[in-house]
């Protein structure tokens, strides 16, 4: 179970990568923060705040990536599995070259 702050640090990251992104386009369009929350819908203020990285409802930010043409996702993964690794078949001949090798010399490779 996690605790109530790392329930909150984990929000303040999220929000604030969020926020981020937001902003990056936002100025990448070359938009006010006023033009963004007439498009959106939304107040500047509203607007000022998700992009310093404070939460904020999911309407919201579903809102923003729509005017900026933003696709909006969000999953949720196991923290403790990792994505499998792609085949590496360069390495893996060096790691038989290897192997081979050393055998040749009466050493063996467990």
Do not use: C, K, N
Not at 33 to 41: D, F
Not at 55 to 68: G, I, M, N, W
Not at 102 to 108: A, D, N, P, R, V
């Amino acid at each position: 179970m996690s605790s109530g702050r790392d329930v909150e640090r984990l929000t303040l990251q999220l929000a604030g990568r969020l926020g981020d992104q937001i902003r990056t386009e936002r100025t990448r369009r070359r938009w006010s923060l006023r033009e963004l929350a007439r498009r959106s819908g939304l107040s500047t203020s509203m607007v000022q705040w998700m992009e310093a990285g404070h939460a904020a409802h999911f309407e919201s930010y579903v809102r923003l990536a729509q005017v900026l043409g933003l696709r909006a996702e969000f999953s949720f993964t196991e923290r403790r599995t990792r994505p499998p690794r792609p085949e590496d078949p360069v390495h893996a001949v060096m790691g038989e070259v290897l192997a081979s090798r050393l055998s040749s010399h009466g050493l063996t490779i467990s």
